[in-house]
């Protein structure tokens, strides 16, 4: 029963996990940016972006770590 849970949850947090790496502005701007001003870089989205990444790296431990409990067989 536990281990079942376990798994849907495990489901879950990678599809949140895959939602959430898309969610990511790209670094580069390609060629683009070589005309760009640098003044766009210091924007309000960067606490977004940072919580945005604390969040990521959150639910990678999570499914890191359920998939380690999972397949080590610890529930059965």
């Keep these: 029963m536990l281990q079942s ?4 949850v ?6 949140v996990l895959v939602i959430s ?3 990511h502005s790209p670094k580069g701007d390609g060629m683009g940016g070589l005309a ?14 940072a919580t945005l990444n604390r969040f990521t790296w959150t639910l ?7 998939a ?4 080590a067989g610890w529930l059965s």
Excluded: C, N, P
């Excluded at 990678?60 to 359920?66: A, D, N, Y």
């Design 5 to 8: 849970i376990l798994s849907w």
């Design 10 to 15: 495990w489901v879950a947090t990678g599809v």
């Design 21 to 23: 790496v898309l969610l």
């Design 36 to 49: 760009a001003s640098g003044s766009s870089m210091f924007t309000s989205a960067r606490s977004a972006e």
């Design 60 to 66: 990678l431990s999570l499914f890191l770590g359920l």
């Design 68 to 71: 380690v409990v999972l397949s």
